[in-house]
């Protein structure tokens, strides 16, 4: 089965600073790649997400993510975090021979 | 406004006692879905539904039943709740499945 690895539980940065969060994903092929944000309390939100073509993805809230297919990874990352950046982010796959199935990372609690 | 809606919000019920968690979207969206939220584990998928009366499961069934007679709406069904089904529950939808998927606001269960 597939599956989506996000290696970091926490991470704290302060505002203003540089961020990358990472996720990895075990399959062969490009799979569709999706990262969303869960503020406190809400549901989820997309940020981006890449299906083909440039590997580097712009997103909203000045969110954007590189897919490198050597390293199997689809990393998010932002140039400078603001304090309401602080929320929960989760790294998604789309099922490479089922596009109705999704796997999500186990999230990223990101403090500002 | 576009939205997706999830009733109830909190559910505090016992073991066995059938319960139904109801989602509706406004969107005429064609894909919907359920997710259960675990610390740690993240989102995992319980079914999905591509049309009205075409649904299938996730990787998370057990337990769970689904239907989807109208467009709009796709009920949640655990027909004997168990503690194990404790969690935090999103339903989804999207315009087809590959695509942005928006998320209700989630309906935590406690099952005791």
């Known amino acids: 089965a597939q599956s989506v690895t996000q290696p970091d539980i926490h991470i704290t940065v302060s505002e203003g600073a540089s961020l990358e969060l990472r996720c990895n994903y075990s399959?062969?092929?490009?799979?569709?790649l999706f990262w969303y944000v869960q503020s406190p309390g809400q549901g989820l939100q997309l940020l981006l997400k890449?299906?083909?073509?440039?590997?580097l993805v712009q997103g909203i809230k000045g969110f954007e993510a590189e897919f490198k297919r050597s390293q199997s990874s689809f990393n998010l990352r932002k140039p400078s975090v603001h304090w309401s950046d602080a929320a929960e982010y989760f790294c998604?796959?789309?099922?490479?021979?089922?596009?109705?199935?999704?796997?999500f990372g186990s999230g990223t609690k990101l403090n500002v | 406004e576009a939205q997706v809606t999830q009733n109830p919000r909190y559910l505090i019920t016992v073991t066995g006692k059938k319960l139904t968690v109801t989602c509706s979207q406004n969107m005429n969206h064609e894909y919907m879905s359920w997710y259960r939220q675990d610390p740690g584990l993240g989102l995992r998928q319980i079914y999905y539904s591509m049309n009205v009366e075409v649904t299938d499961k996730g990787d998370v069934p057990e337990g769970y039943k689904v239907s989807r007679k109208e467009k709009r709406n796709f009920p949640l069904i655990l027909e004997s709740p168990s503690p194990n089904q404790t969690s935090l529950y999103f339903c989804a939808s999207s315009l087809v499945s590959y695509n942005e998927q928006f998320f209700g606001p989630g309906t935590r269960l406690t099952v005791l």
């Open positions: 890449y299906f083909s073509g440039d590997t």
């Open positions: 399959y062969g092929a490009t799979p569709y």
């Open positions: 998604a796959v789309g099922a490479l021979y089922n596009f109705n199935k999704f796997y």
